[in-house]
């Protein structure tokens, strides 16, 4: 006779039923409960800030930059920022042509080239300045990588491709066209512009402008030989 034995519906022998509970009873006191569940504390991460930095508008860089803040008005600063490079174009071809003169003719060719280098070397400086300069202010301002502020690149740019026409030229007609070129080609960014200006920080900003000072550059050249300047 077997020591263990089956109900009559075939049924678990007691110790099988035993065996099962014993299990059961064992994985419910592994689980908490339902109650012990939601009173436990839930961790959580602390949500990053999404508050950007106060702009320090009276940082030497950002006066520099934004051209003692003109580029703050909300209207078009890019175009002020252009506007600004004319009397610069004016005043440089001026230095340049009073340095280069000495007591010379001004309309002779030796002095006239001296005049150009000179103004060259001073707004090759202006230009390569700008650079680290715009690269602080827009830290500084904290409103992304190219802030609309920031219309140094604009100012400095513009009388760069103006080199291009001897100082002596650069009639009212001349610089009016000049502003004109440098604010098409700076919005449209032809070829090589829209490139240059995904270069880092403040090479990015200047880069763009020099792209579109150079088409400037060309066509007013096009345009003076043609004779309809």
Not at 25 to 31: E, I, L, Y
Not at 59 to 69: D, H, Q, R, W
Not at 105 to 118: H, K, L, Y
Not at 121 to 134: E, H, Y
């Amino acid at each position: 006779m077997q020591a263990s034995y089956r109900n009559e519906a075939g049924g678990n022998t007691p110790g099988d039923t035993q065996r099962a509970e014993t299990a059961y009873d064992g994985a419910s006191m592994s689980r908490p409960s339902h109650a012990e569940s939601a009173k436990a504390p839930v961790e959580t991460q602390p949500a990053a800030s999404t508050r950007r930095p106060t702009p320090d508008w009276l940082s030497p860089s950002v006066l520099a930059a934004t051209c003692g803040g003109i580029g703050r008005i909300g209207l078009a600063p890019g175009t002020l920022g252009a506007l600004a490079g004319v009397p610069l174009s004016v005043a440089t071809g001026w230095i340049a042509r009073r340095l280069g003169q000495g007591g010379g003719n001004g309309d002779d060719p030796s002095t006239m080239a001296v005049a150009f280098a000179i103004e060259a070397m001073i707004l090759l400086g202006i230009n390569l300045a700008g650079v680290p300069l715009c690269t602080r202010a827009a830290r500084r301002l904290g409103l992304g990588g190219d802030p609309g502020a920031i219309v140094y690149d604009e100012a400095a740019s513009l009388p760069l491709g103006l080199l291009a026409v001897p100082a002596a030229a650069r009639s009212p007609a001349v610089l009016a066209a000049a502003f004109v070129l440098h604010r098409i080609f700076d919005i449209w960014k032809p070829f090589p512009c829209r490139r240059l200006e995904h270069l880092p920080a403040g090479l990015g900003i200047m880069a763009d402008d020099w792209g579109a000072a150079a088409w400037m550059a060309t066509c007013l050249v096009i345009v003076r030989l043609a004779g309809w300047l």
